[in-house]
């Protein structure tokens, strides 16, 4: 049966102890999972998304309110397949164990031998963002499962839609015990975060990485972080002026800029920046001959992201810089 979609907080707290719980013992009665399970569990992952990948890019497209079908399907939908095939094709070999050297040497003498065996931790809490919320999901997913982990996943609540569809068609695919989705906004997000888990995996602002890694600091909890940053692009004097402003600018349009990896800011040579600029202005046009009710070009996720990259806009042109619109 399907959970509920917008339980209360105390309720959705409740369950995720729970269910917490329910993993934990789980992973401790039954053991390591053997490589077939493993394989089992990802293949149903991919054949998951397979099947609904027609829901879950109209769910995505919605979230956003305008994007790209094929942006969608190649961005979410293969991106997050390719990480689930490749570590069933990988499995078994990262499940060796690897020989090792024993030290002292002279053990060896007396048969003593060495290895590493790769265990799993357990249960592992996955904190996903918006911009990417299907692959970024299945991407950690897949790698813990690998691992023969079991995973709660809390996926972002500025992606309701999508995140409602991943709870329901997961709840179709696994059991509790192995793969379960939390969805919920902000207070949900501080409690997960605060649940002891085996290991802890957030994608997101460095603003909120810095709570996650106190609240998960509680309990000992190993974190990985993946948190925003700066992309520049540095531009030498021989550089292809036009080649270079057209993919600096497929990356920095693609999903209207709303990417980890999007160009941030670039360094040229002075004498080479109005043509820079130039050529960027061409680029784009010929990328988006219209940017306005154009269904190809990303919107911003929300009304509160619009008004801050409004607000860096003007902040600039406050302090005295030259603001260029790309705008076809």
């Known amino acids: 049966m399907n959970k509920p979609v917008n339980p209360s907080v105390e309720e959705t707290r409740a ?13 401790t009665q039954k053991g390591p999972p053997s ?5 089992d569990r990802l293949t149903r992952a991919i054949d998951m998304v397979l099947t609904h990948k027609d829901e879950l890019v109209a769910a995505i497209v919605s979230d956003f309110g305008a994007r790209s079908p094929d942006l969608t399907l190649f961005a979410d939908v293969a991106a997050a397949v390719g990480p689930l095939k490749a570590a069933r094709a990988e499995l078994d070999r990262w499940m060796k164990p690897q020989k090792r050297k024993v030290t002292p040497a002279a053990l060896g003498l007396l048969g003593a031998k060495a290895e590493v065996r790769y265990q799993p931790k357990g249960v592992i809490g996955v904190v996903t963002p918006w911009n990417f919320p299907l692959s970024l999901a299945m991407d950690a ?6 691992a023969g982990n079991r995973v709660m996943l809390k996926p972002s609540e500025f992606t309701p839609a999508t995140s409602a569809l991943m709870a329901q068609i997961i709840d179709l695919y696994f059991d509790d015990d192995e793969l379960a989705v939390i969805v919920g906004g902000p207070e949900v997000g501080a409690a997960f975060v605060g649940l002891p888990f085996d290991h802890l995996i957030f994608t997101g602002a460095t603003s909120v990485g ?5 609240a998960a600091a509680d309990n000992l909890t190993p974190v990985t972080l993946e948190l925003g940053g700066k992309s520049p692009v540095v531009i030498g004097r021989s550089a292809d002026l036009a080649k270079t402003a057209a993919r600096v600018m ?6 209207a800029g709303q990417v980890c990896l ?16 130039a050529e960027v202005q061409a680029a784009t046009a010929r990328m988006f001959p219209t940017i306005k009710d154009n269904r190809d070009y990303t919107a911003m996720i929300n009304q509160r992201h619009y008004d801050r990259v409004r607000g860096l806009i003007d902040d600039a042109r406050t302090k005295g810089a030259q603001i260029v619109e790309i705008n076809p």
């Not at 997913?141 to 690998?146: D, K, P, Q």
Request: charged letters at 25%; a positive charge; proline letters at 4%.
């Open 15 to 27: 369950r995720m102890r729970a269910l917490l719980d329910v993993q934990k013992r789980a992973q």
């Open 35 to 39: 490589a077939a399970l493993r394989k």
């Open 141 to 146: 997913i897949a790698g813990a499962f690998a």
């Open 210 to 214: 810095r709570h996650v890694m106190r």
């Open 250 to 255: 497929n990356g920095k349009t693609m999903n």
């Open 262 to 277: 999007a160009p941030d800011y670039v360094l040229a040579p002075k004498e080479h920046l109005d043509g820079f600029v």
